[in-house]
C-alpha cells in the first residue's frame, strides 16, 4: 500500500462557487459560497481565443451568458463584456465573466482552497492544461496550500504535470474505464474525483491502496453525501452549499 501524501483541503468544496444560489463561476458564486461558510471552492477554466483563462463550464456562451457560439474561439476583450449573471436571475444582471487570475487572488486573500477543473475548447486539451498549471504556479508561488488541478481530460493533466509537476492534480471519473486507476498514476495525481455513485468499499480501497484521495461530485443529498462519510472518502463537490454545512462532516 502506498501511503497517501498530506492532504491540506477541505472535506466540502462549493460547485462552481456556490452551487445553485448565484450564477455558477463568477466572482458573485465565491462571494456568496463564502457567506454559507465554505472555504474551498470548484470552477472550471478555459482559454480565450487570445490565451486568458476564464471561467466557464460549457464550450458555448449561449447557457450561462447573453454571449453565443465556441467560448474559446472569442477575445478576451469581446468574453470580458458579456453578461453572466442575468441568465440566473435579476439580482446578479451584469455580473461579468471573471478571468482564472482574479478568482485567485479573491481565493489567495482570503486563505480559501480551490479546485481548478481544466475544462478545456476541444483541440486545446494540452495548451489549456499547461496555461492553467503555469497561472496557478506563478500566482500560488510561496502558498502554504496550492489549487488541486482536475480535468477528465488526461491530456490536459499531461499539459499540466509537464508545466508545473509539483501542483497537485486530479484525474476526475464519470465512468470507471478500462486502466482509470494506472492512468491516475501516470499523470502523477493524487486524487481520483468520481461521480459519487461509482464510489463503493472495492473502488475506495483500491485508490487508497495506490495512495490516491477519494473524492466526490455532485453531491446534493444527504443520503448521498453521509454514504460518502462512511465509506472514508476524502471529499464531496456539493450544489448545496445551503444545506450542507462546511464545519461538519
Known sequence: MTTPAPWPY?????????????????????RRGAAQGYRMFECDAKLSADGVLFLLHD?????????????GNQAWGALAQLDAGSWHSRAYAGEPLPTLERIARFCLRNLYGLDIEIKPTPNLEGATGQ?????????????????????????SLAGAQQAAPHLP???????LWD??????????????????????????????????RALSYTVNDEWAAQRLIDLGTDGVVTDRVDLFSPAAR
Open 179 to 212: 486502466g482509470w486507476l494506472e492512468r491516475a498514476r501516470q499523470l502523477g495525481c493524487v486524487a481520483i474525483v468520481c461521480n459519487h455513485a461509482l464510489w463503493d468499499a472495492a473502488t475506495v480501497a483500491q485508490a487508497k491502496a495506490a495512495g490516491l
Open 131 to 155: 496555461a492553467v498549471a503555469t497561472l496557478a504556479a506563478r500566482l500560488w508561488q510561496g502558498a502554504a496550500v496550492p489549487p488541486l488541478l482536475t480535468s477528465f481530460k488526461p491530456e
Open 10 to 30: 477541505p472535506f466540502w468544496i462549493a460547485h462552481r462557487g456556490a452551487g445553485k444560489l448565484a450564477p455558477e463561476n463568477t466572482l458573485a458564486a465565491f
Open 169 to 175: 492534480r486530479g484525474l476526475l471519473l464519470d465512468t
Open 59 to 71: 464550450d458555448t456562451l449561449d447557457r450561462t451568458t447573453n454571449g453565443q457560439g465556441i467560448a
